[in-house]
């Protein structure tokens, strides 16, 4: 379960509305019964469920049971699509070890406004099943051309070109350093010519391919996520 809470021994958490009721009567926890807790900084710790109302429980921090690993520094810019698909796209991701998920608007981006509220609840939703111990940051929407201008050039950034003019993505992977990275996804009608021509110029971004078919951009954001983990991510 994920808190907000600075996690030590003994400290008492009451529970958001939301999350008693995913408890006590989804879950259908009983006091005295121990679940998992993390925030992201303190690792894992048991909480023992103290009073179990139907929208609110309070448990009380044991002790640690797994310690705050490091996680890969790993960002998807993600052209925004469809809800259901965008949806897909933060759960899988985060399951794939993002720690940053950045909806960046294109020139043929036909969404017009993004869910972040949605979105992060995905993410922690995603976190909680899969038993990592932090949740993607959720950044704020912008312009791709406005989060490209203040890029800091150590990231490289992957940009995942439909046009088949970059180099097959586990070759990149392999050509880089271990590090901070970044993944580029385009909209269901993929990126145009000046955009292309913009990240060409740019010494950071790096074009790959992710095959002779176009992928949906769903599909295209898990599948390059798998790539990075299976090659370079912990
Ligand atoms: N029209 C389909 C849709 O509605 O989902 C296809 C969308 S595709 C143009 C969306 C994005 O997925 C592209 O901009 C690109 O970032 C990525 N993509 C899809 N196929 C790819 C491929 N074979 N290689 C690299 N990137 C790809």
Redesign the pocket.
Known sequence: LFVANDLSADTLIGLDKDQSHYLANVMRVKAGEDVALFNGRDGEWRGRLDKVAKASVTLQVQSQSRPQTPEPDLWLLA?P?KKD?IDLVAEKATELGISALWPVFTHRTVMSRVNTDRLAANMVEAAEQCERLSVPEMREPTDLAKALAGWDAARPLV????S?G?APINQALNNLQPGPLAV????????DDSERAMLARLPFAVP??????????????IA?LSVVQALLGD
């Not at 940009?159 to 439909?162: A, H, K, R, S, V």
């Not at 790959?208 to 954001?221: Q, Y």
């Open positions: 052209a699509i698909c940009f995942l070109d439909e088949g970059g580029l996804t385009g909209p269901e009608g993929g990126f790959v391919s992710l095959g002779p078919r176009i992928l949906r951009a769903e599909t295209a954001a390059a």
